[in-house]
């Protein structure tokens, strides 16, 4: 998400003559875009501020700005107490950067972290930072589901959906420029939804789907799909509360649109599952992965699981493993709850895991996390998987790298391909969290 923010930015500030330098030390303004969902995050960016602080020490002249989530949650910290940054701008108001620059250049100080419920930035075309073979579009900006932990609705504001003719206008762009794949983003994208009564675009070819009187995610999917069926199409993140069945419908109906789910579950107890305000129990988790798996037997799925939360029993913990051994899933993204400033949770519950038994929980989790992972690979080998070449292996210049629909890293003999290829690979062998193979043709 931050990166297809940094894009915009990047596309705002070229329209105003700004260019963008590989090094720091050439550079008359340095922008780093931040997240606030974990602690470490914060953690990470303090320690580049005090980076940014010694080359401002050499060139006085430059400007250190701090976008996104972290200029909301800490612009008096840092701005006005710390003085580390001389720029702060939230997430919605990357547009007025250009004005907030030149309040710098006359002395003044600058920011702007207003949150809105309008900008979409629909109008904005990306500069790509990196030219690649996949891309980003994000479709929803916000959420509104206030999960207690969260603190994206604070730093990031309240839902918005993205016109769905810009999205796929951008998406055929990408396509005209040699990209074969984009991720359709938002902080909850499942919940997308266009009103669109009043929409009067002159598309040649309209179904009735692109003159509905609104879209739901499935619809927006459909539509990219069939808009553009040569190009894989992924999206990120859902929310097993809004997922709808239609969205895997429409996964298994269209070829191009990748066999891959990220469904965060958080905990396997319910009761933890109130706590977090996630608005779905386990039980109904479990009947949503029944329904993926007989509609798209294939799916590879994903998730996020918080360890140690508020008022978490070892019952709890051990229902989040339960439900693991039950989904199986290909792999995941795995944390120790931390806490987060303004939040519900922080607000009202007592952070009454001692630290030690989250450790241990997580690690318990993530040690059974990589026993299914290397289930799920084993289960690859000896199969023929499309895959889509993105770039030579980090490892060896002799070998390509590039993933299956199914999101699964495979690595295979050059040959005669090339980066954004579509080639068949029969898997061969397994190396960690990666498939080789060999290439039987191209696609």
Known sequence: MNFSDSEIVSSILAEEGFITFSKMYDADLILLNTCSIRERAEMNIRKRLIEFQYI?????????????????????????????VDLVVGPDAYRDLPMLISRIEDGKSSINVL???????????????????????????????MCSFCVVPFTRGRERSRDPFTIVKECLNLWSQGYKEVTLLGQNVDSYLWFGGGMKKDFSKASPLQKATYLSFADLLELVARSAPKMRIRFSTSNPYDISINVIKVIDRYP??????????????????????????????????????????????????????????????????SLMEYVRYDFGYMFIYSERTGTQASNSLFDDVPKEVKRRRLQEIIFLQKKHSAECMQAQIGKIQEVLIEGESRKSKMFWYGRTSQNAVVVFPKGFYNKGDFVKVRVKTTAAATLIGHCLEIV
């Not at 006085?60 to 949650?73: H, N, Q, T």
């Not at 309008?118 to 579009?137: M, Q």
């Not at 109904?284 to 699981?305: E, M, N, Q, T, V």
């Open 56 to 84: 401002k020490k050499k060139k006085p002249s430059i400007i250190i700005g701090i976008l996104g989530c972290m200029a909301e949650r800490l612009k008096n910290v840092w701005l006005e107490e710390e003085k580390i």
């Open 115 to 145: 949150l809105t419920k309008k900008e979409t930035y629909a109008d904005v075309n990306p500069v790509r930072l990196v030219h690649n073979i996949t891309g980003f579009i994000s479709v929803t900006r916000g959420c509104d589901n």
């Open 256 to 321: 191009n649109v990748c066999k891959n789910i990220h469904l965060p579950f958080q905990s396997g107890s319910t009761r933890v599952l109130e706590l977090m305000n996630r608005r779905y129990s386990s039980e109904k988790y479990f009947s949503l992965i029944r329904k993926i798996r007989k509609i798209i037997p294939d799916c590879a799925i994903s998730h996020d699981i918080i360890a140690g939360f508020c008022g978490e029993f070892e019952e709890d913990h051990r229902q989040t493993l």
